[in-house]
Structure formats: structure tokens, C-alpha cells
């Protein structure tokens, strides 16, 4: 089927379709950088990296931008608590940001704009606004005049009287509407300002976003991201402006992903039955729940390198995908921990399937484009009395699961499902034809590699299983180290042997201190690490 992503704006799914056929522009909403990130800054990146990977996949030519937040009251705050200067603080939470992406895989972004180095831009659409009549100076500051835009608050379903709940404050009295938000303000003494037309100053929350879209991306772009807090005010507003300066639709889609939630929080979901908030009011309710339980810095969300010292990156980034991107997450270290261990299978998959074969899952190549000829013969129509995992429609059919889940708006959670179901159809395979032990039928290792490359070219969309685990795989095949463990492994067995068990238990209980395991099979005696 034809990929279909759901759209903020229209509240439905849709055939997705490109302003320049074969190309996306994607423009992602990154953060103010005043405090160390936390998970919850985690989510979007990992989100449409992962968007990234499945449009690539398909064969689009994707541009991703997200931007940096380095001057806003947020970070003028912070720097005054910490004596330093707006840009100092910028830089070192920026590098902290970098890191943390880094660790998390997240590698599809190819601008990462500043807004302080736009200025200029955002100057040029204020000016054209103030020209058109939708934006308008007043004492220094410069603000969007929402009456003056007929179809002020279309993406977030709020009437003009309902806008003023969801507003940072502008509390200058003049105003000509209360929900008019600020373009440009003026600069308090000590601040940092930049000269314009209208005084010195600096740029208003939303305007930011819209200039470096426009400026990297264009007039209209395909699709905007970013979480659900931000529908209203800030994507409201970014639509509202970029619109009226450039008369053209902004964003074709706008795709908003659910929230970080407190484990247990109440009231987490949307409207009705659906999580993801698919009616306009489901949305509005989905969006007030989802903000008011939001795992946050303010309310002592660890940081990113806090919880990378508690769990494996790797498993993070599984955690964060195994729901479809617009339910809210349940957050809690004992999840992301249930998930590590549901890996656990995977790990061992990939150790048995080195043993077998002596080619590491990692180093295997598999197909990049969806369209790719180069799967193994074994997948073909035409394979004959060439073998497979289970047979050619069994995989065939798992691949068209999975690709049918990501065409059906990204649905990672269902596509992580098969995952699991490919992974239990490798196993059984392998016991099947005793690929792990000295009778295996090596005439199977071609299918077996066949399946193997598909878990591994469906595993890479997803961004994982791509060699976290590499360093501890080798180090379990490290010819001096296995040497010893075998050593050990002989040793207990002939305690066990003597009928020694008090030494057999104390060399396992050792090992698992060591985060060694041992695993006794019928016929051999396996170690891991982990």
C-alpha cells in the first residue's frame, strides 16, 4: 500500500505526497539549550531519524533540519544563575545535545541552524508582515496581529477566544488583541539585542523557526515535526506567520509525536480510546493530559548521560520506538530495563549465528533501498528447490508485514513486532536444522545467512542492532579469552564430573559476578558476556 502519514492539520491520514517529487524537506523543532537534555528531548530526534531512514528506504531524497534555540528568556535566566554568558551556556548545552544524539544514533540531521545566525531572516519576514498589514510595531517590540489572519488557529482547532490558555505571556496593554504573540522584543538592559528597524532587540519565540525553514528549506517544506506540546502555541503560530508573509501552504504535513510521561501518570492518553488523539478534540485533550504529566527537566528528569549510565543506548532507542511515535511514553527505568532483557534474545541470536557461520551479524551487507535486487537468490520467485528460513513466502511475508506497518504512518511499534517474529523464525530454524551444534547441516548456513541480512536490512531502518554490541562479540571471540573460558568451562565440568558441585556452583556464581553467563547444552558448554 501506499505510504499514508497522519496530518495534525487535516486530522487524518493521507497518501503521502511531496512538493518536489522524490524529495522531502523535514523540518524538526530542536531545543532552547540552557540545561543538559533529558529523555524527553531524546524522543523527536530518534523519531524521525527513524522517519528519515524509512523515506530513504523508499527512495526520497531527504533533508532534514533542526534547529538551536540559543537566545531566549530561558537561557538569558539561566546564564544570570550561573554567572556567565548567553553564549557560553549556549555552546556547552548545544556540545551536550550534540553528544547525546550521537550516542543515541540519531545521524539523518544535515543542518543544525542557530538562531542567533538568522537574525537577518527573521528580520525580512517581519518587515514584510508590517508591509501586508499582519504584524505591526508597538513601543520598541513588534507583534502578529492574529484577527488579521482568517484562519488563525487551524492546526490546534482553537477559536480566536479559546488561544489565550495556551500563550507564553505578552502582557504589553496595547495590544490590539490579547493573543497577538511577539515577533520582535525589545531588549532589556544587559540583554542580548541586535539592531533593527524597530529598536534594538531580539527575536520572538516563533519567528525563529520560520526563517530557518524558509531560508534552508523554502516557502512551503513537507513535513514539520515536533511534539505535541508544541501544536499550540508555537507550530500555531509558526503556520500563522509563514503563511501570511508567503501567501503558501508552510508544511504539507505536520506530524506530532506523544509526549514523555511519568510512569502511571493519569489522564495520559487522548479523547475516546485512541492514544494518539486522532479526532480534533481528542487532540486538544491529548495535548492538555500529555503536557500536564510531561516528564521533564523542571520536574527532575535525570539527564540523557545519567540514564546512559543505566542502560545501554541501544535499548533506549528500542524503548522509544516500540510504541507508534503519537502515543504519549511511559517512562520508568524498569521499562527501558524489560526491554534490555527482551534483547537479550537478539544478542544471543547474533552470537549463535557467528558460531554457525563464523561471519558476525554485523559485518553483514544487507539491501539500503526497498527496491533493492541484491537479497539473496533464495528470495526470488524463481529460487526452485533452494531452501529458506521456513520457505521464500514465510520471509517474504514478515518483510511485507513490517513494511506494511512503517507505510502505515510509521507505525515502528508494530514494525519492532517483527522483529521479534523474524527473530523466533531464525531460532527455530537454527534448532530445526542443529546449526549450533556439531551436527549441523551446513548446507542450511546460506538460508540461514539469507534470513539473518533481512533482520539485519529491517533492523538498520529502525537504526539498531547496527554494532553497540560489537566490541563485547568480539571480545567473546577473542581467541586468548575464549582459550581461558574454555579452560574454566572443562574445569567445572570435571568437578561436576567428580560430583564436586559445591566448586561447579562457585565457578558459575564467580562468572555471573563477573557478568559472565554459562549456558549447558547436550553436547558443548557456551559462555557470554552480559
Request: overall charge negative; glycine content about 8%.
Amino acid at each position: 500500500m501506499p505510504l499514508r502519514v497522519y496530518n495534525t492539520l487535516s486530522r487524518q491520514k493521507e497518501e503521502f505526497q511531496t512538493v518536489e517529487p522524490g524529495r522531502v524537506s523535514m523540518y524538526l523543532c530542536g531545543p532552547t539549550v540552557y540545561k543538559p537534555a533529558h529523555i524527553g528531548h531524546m524522543v523527536g530526534p530518534v523519531i524521525f531519524d527513524t522517519v528519515k531512514r524509512y523515506l530513504t528506504y523508499s527512495g526520497y531524497e531527504v533533508t532534514w533540519v533542526v534547529n538551536i534555540t540559543d537566545v531566549d528568556d530561558k537561557l538569558i535566566n539561566r546564564a544570570n544563575e550561573r554567572k556567565m554568558t548567553v553564549e557560553a551556556l549556549a555552546k556547552e548545552m548545544t556540545q551536550d545535545y550534540f553528544d547525546n544524539l550521537k550516542t543515541m544514533a540519531v545521524e539523518g540531521i544535515d543542518h543544525f541552524p542557530y538562531a542567533t545566525q538568522h537574525i537577518p531572516e527573521m528580520q525580512e519576514i517581519i518587515a514584510t508582515l508590517i508591509e501586508k498589514g499582519y504584524a505591526y510595531p508597538l513601543d520598541g517590540d513588534v507583534y502578529f496581529c492574529c484577527t488579521k489572519d482568517e484562519d488563525y488557529g487551524k492546526l490546534s482547532g482553537r477559536s480566536l477566544s479559546e488561544v489565550l490558555a495556551g500563550t507564553r505571556a505578552e502582557t504589553h496593554g496595547a495590544k490590539q488583541h490579547p493573543a497577538d504573540f511577539a515577533l520582535w522584543k525589545s531588549s532589556k538592559l544587559g540583554e542580548p539585542a541586535w539592531p533593527s528597524p524597530w529598536g534594538p532587540g531580539r527575536p520572538g519565540w516563533h519567528i525563529e523557526c520560520s526563517a530557518m525553514a524558509k531560508k534552508i528549506l523554502g516557502d512551503s517544506i513537507d513535513i514539520h515535526g515536533g511534539g505535541l506540546d508544541l501544536m499550540f502555541p508555537h507550530h500555531e503560530n509558526e503556520l500563522a506567520q509563514s503563511e501570511s508573509c508567503t501567501g503558501k501552504p508552510f508544511a504539507r504535513y505536520w506530524m506530532h509525536n506523544g509526549l514523555m510521561q511519568a510512569s502511571g501518570a493519569p489522564g495520559k492518553v487522548g479523547g475516546g480510546h485512541d492514544k494518539r488523539g486522532d479526532k480534533p478534540t481528542d487532540i486538544a485533550t491529548a495535548k492538555e493530559a500529555q503536557e500536564a504529566n510531561k516528564l521533564a527537566g523542571s520536574k527532575g528528569a535525570a539527564s540523557v548521560k545519567e540514564l546512559f549510565a543505566k542502560h545501554d543506548p541501544e535499548t533506549i532507542r528500542f524503548f522509544l520506538l516500540a510504541t507508534h511515535y503519537r502515543s504519549p511514553i511511559d517512562f520508568s527505568d524498569e521499562r527501558i530495563a524489560e526491554i534490555g532483557k527482551s534483547l537479550e534474545g537478539f544478542y544471543r541470536l547474533f552470537e549463535t549465528y557467528q558460531r554457525a557461520s563464523g561471519q558476525s551479524f554485523y559485518a553483514l551487507t544487507s539491501a539500503t533501498t526497498r527496491n533493492d535486487q541484491s537479497r539473496p537468490h533464495s528470495w526470488s520467485d524463481d529460487a526452485g528447490e533452494s531452501k529458506s528460513v521456513g520457505d521464500v513466502a514465510e520471509l517474504k511475508a514478515l518483510r511485507q508485514r513490517y513494511l506494511d506497518a512503517m507505510d502505515d504512518d510509521f507505525n515502528t511499534g508494530g514494525a519492532v513486532g517483527v522483529l521479534f517474529d523474524l527473530r523466533k523464525t531464525l531460532n527455530a530454524f537454527i534448532g530445526e536444522h542443529k546449526l549450533d551444534t556439531a551436527a549441523a547441516d551446513k548446507s542450511q548456513l546460506p538460508a540461514l545467512t539469507a534470513g539473518m541480512t533481512l533482520l539485519k536490512e529491517l533492523a538498520s531502518i529502525l537504526g539498531v542492532f547496527r554494532g553497540s554490541k560489537v566490541e563485547a562479540a568480539a571480545d567473546a571471540n577473542d581467541g586468548m579469552l575464549d582459550g581461558l573460558m574454555q579452560l574454566v568451562i572443562q574445569i567445572r565440568a570435571d568437578a561436576r564430573k567428580n560430583k564436586n558441585f559445591a566448586v561447579a556452583d562457585l565457578i558459575r556464581n564467580k562468572l555471573n559476578e563477573l557478568k559472565i553467563s554459562l549456558e549447558d547444552r547436550t553436547d558443548q558448554t557456551l559462555w557470554r558476556r552480559g
